[in-house]
């Protein structure tokens, strides 16, 4: 096993248009995050899931964003008509998912640029 | 709402030396845990150490220890005999809990970006 992986690494969109990003967490880990993290910044937690229920979603995810992990195995976030302001890293983490607190393992990250 | 401040944006220090890392944090809440991640450039993030709230002991890990004050909500991390290695941007991260469960999201503060010197 080799972590949490992130696909794609780096993506440059244009405004208005929509994107989409994919976390494949620790293949036996029942919890996985999102978080978004801007320059100078520390990340900020953005929804979780434990298995395939999204189990709380911050303020920050506007109707614009939508994520998804369908049989509970990889997650989704899709960004629609993407904004300059939308332009951040996307971190996802996960979990194992048994006890009251855990490590999260981070992924690398999706780097996305609106232009 | 929890809040994180990490009051210093970068710090340096010379190889082998000792350098402490500060953060404190605001809450409401009794029962939590406190964690400092690791970034190193273009890396991904690592958790370096955590401590729990209830516990009085200061958590160790090796080189890395942390100096826990409950009551003045401080929580600095001490890294002694300093690394090349270690150069990364520091992060100090909250995690609240009630009698429900751990709310699980990690509220992290700004970051202090450290330098280790050759």
């Known amino acids: 096993d080799t972590g949490v992986s992130q696909d794609p690494r780096h993506k440059i969109t244009k405004r208005g248009q929509n994107v989409t990003f994919r976390c494949d967490p620790i293949?036996?880990?029942?919890?996985l995050y999102w978080y978004r993290q801007t320059l100078g910044q520390g990340p900020e937690f953005l929804t979780y899931?434990?298995?395939?229920?999204?189990?709380?979603k911050s303020r920050l995810l506007s109707d614009r964003f939508s994520a998804e992990r369908p049989k509970g195995s990889f997650s989704t976030l899709e960004i629609q008509r993407t904004e300059q302001g939308d332009s951040a890293m996307y971190l996802c983490?996960?979990?194992?998912?048994?006890?009251?607190?855990?490590?999260?393992?981070f992924g690398p990250g999706t780097r996305l640029l609106v232009l | 709402a929890q809040t994180v401040t990490q009051s210093q944006p970068e710090m340096s220090v010379q190889e082998a030396e000792t350098v402490t890392l500060s953060c404190t944090y605001d809450?409401?809440?009794?029962?939590?845990?406190l964690f400092w991640y690791k970034q190193p450039p273009s890396r991904q993030m690592i958790l370096v150490i955590r401590?729990?709230?209830?516990?009085?002991q200061n958590a160790t890990e090796n080189r890395f220890s942390v100096n826990f004050q409950k009551a003045a909500k401080s929580f600095s991390l001490k890294i002694s005999d300093s690394q090349l290695g270690d150069t990364a941007m520091y992060f100090c991260?909250?995690?609240?809990?009630?009698?429900?469960?751990?709310?699980?999201?990690?509220?992290f503060g700004k970051g202090t970006l450290l330098t280790v010197n050759p």
């Open positions: 983490a996960s979990s194992l998912g048994v006890t009251l607190w855990e490590t999260q393992y």
């Open positions: 293949s036996e880990h029942n919890r």
């Open positions: 899931f434990q298995n395939e229920a999204q189990l709380e």
């Open positions: 809450t409401s809440e009794n029962n939590y845990y």
């Open positions: 401590q729990e709230a209830y516990k009085q």
């Open positions: 991260a909250f995690m609240a809990y009630n009698s429900g469960g751990s709310n699980y999201k990690l509220t």
